[in-house]
């Protein structure tokens, strides 16, 4: 989430369902130097969320498969058909799974990185 508000973007927005967590990332985003877009987090449920207008959007290790399902479900509810990127982090075996039925997104690139985590790169179809 940092990270992604140290680039020119128009804002970053994390998501975060645990309430002590949030916190912590707020504060993490208030000491943030070298800042460049507009950055918040939000405590509240993956799954509820408005993905309207979201564009691209990161996940590391965010929760298991059947959730997941249900996320990727609102996201293309609320994308309706409008280009989509996503990484992914730490995908297992069942998110892998997961992905696959979800045939409104296409996996670009899969690899394992540094840390032995599997990093999967999805997007719409063009």
Same mark, same amino acid.
Request: one cysteine or more; charged letters at 30%.
């Given at each position: 989430m940092c990270l992604a508000a140290r680039h020119k973007i128009q804002r970053a927005i994390g998501i975060e369902y645990s309430s002590t967590r949030a916190d912590v990332a707020k504060?993490?985003?208030a000491r943030l130097r070298g800042r460049r877009a507009d950055a918040k987090i939000l405590c509240q449920a993956a799954e509820e969320t408005d993905y309207t207008d979201v564009t691209a959007?990161?996940?590391?290790?965010? @929760? #298991?498969p059947p959730l997941l399902d249900s996320v990727l479900n609102k996201i293309r509810s609320d994308r309706q058909?409008?280009?989509?990127?996503?990484?992914f982090v730490m995908e297992s075996v069942g998110h892998k799974e997961v992905f696959s039925r979800h045939e409104w997104l296409?996996?670009?690139?899969? @690899? #394992?990185?540094?840390?032995?985590?599997?990093?999967a790169f999805y997007r719409t179809p063009k």
């Open positions: 504060r993490n985003v959007l990161y996940f590391f290790n965010p @929760f #298991e058909g409008r280009a989509t990127r996503m990484a296409t996996c670009c690139e899969r @690899f #394992e990185d540094g840390d032995k985590h599997i990093v």
